[in-house]
């Protein structure tokens, strides 16, 4: 019989994310196909109350808590105690969580602890046989594997984004508080704040409903035989700026700046996508001056609507890559829609 442990944190103003009610909605289908098993969940964060009673519903048979100033950011010291503090509270066999930045650095370790089994980038939970079975990525993205582990406890890094998030009703939910024994380390370090890009300065954000991607093309000889990044900087803002859409970028355009040439000067490795580069997994996504050739698609799969622009109608995204392709100057197309976007806002 297994102990389905879905293990969350809550975000610094006390509400669960997306990802978590991803991961909880993942929990919950396994606990429904796997005969004989227990949903139980478990919180970490300055106060797990209201976040538990956000999921009441859920059906879990227990919810369990550590909770205070301790758990307020993420720190490798406390998060690891809490996890495992939790973990051996309820005797978890199958540990399964959101893959943010918070758990993906902690939870690996936590399972040595327990000379368990940890796996990242899970997209898929099922049941074969009588065994919990996950899908999960490998070669950069290329290959899908399904695969069991008789190892226990086992725990698993769903993938954000590719779930459907849990929905229910909100109640009241008990929380049984555990003990958390910190390390002497913790005492010794203090968290004393975040340093972060203003606002206007984001250019990544994972929940936005678009994508929108740069190719090696803004950075190259235009009609006039010049170069014309400042306007292609300054294009690519202000369409950033009126969608709040996110931004990608293919490889080629990234490594530019290695090579000497001109490039766009927010761009870093965090906004590749592709082969080697992030699975984006927004609903919407439109390319601009990309090859469209499959090294940089490959990260498009999980993207359910795709358009391109490109002057080059036997590119690699005319080849059935994109859902509909504009045969047009980028240029001219971004500034004409920035003028609507404009208007529309105004």
Known sequence: METIFCLLHTDTDGSLPKAA???LGAAKSLNAALAGSTLVV???????QS???RVASCGAKKFVG???ADFAQARYATDAAAAEALCRSVLATVVIAPATSRWSRVLPGVAQRFNGRAD???TGLAVSGSAVAINRWYYRQRMEAQMSRTQRPWFLLVDPGSQPAWQGEAGVAAVEAVAVNLPEACQRTTVTGLREPAADAQTIRPDANLLFVTGAGWTK???DGQTHVPEAEKLIRDFLNLTRASLGSSKSLVDLGGEGQAVLAFLTHLNQIGQTGSTPRHPKGLSTCCHGE?????????ISERRAISLDPNCGWARGKADVLYVADAFAV???VNELLAQKAG
């Open 221 to 223: 000889k235009q009609a």
């Open 66 to 68: 550590a909770a205070g």
């Open 294 to 302: 499959e090294p940089h698609t490959v990260g498009w799969r999980f």
């Open 21 to 23: 009610l991803e991961t």
């Open 120 to 122: 990242t980038h899970v």
């Open 51 to 53: 976040a538990a009673n």
């Open 42 to 48: 478990g919180l970490v964060g300055v106060d797990v």
């Open 334 to 336: 971004m500034k004409r």
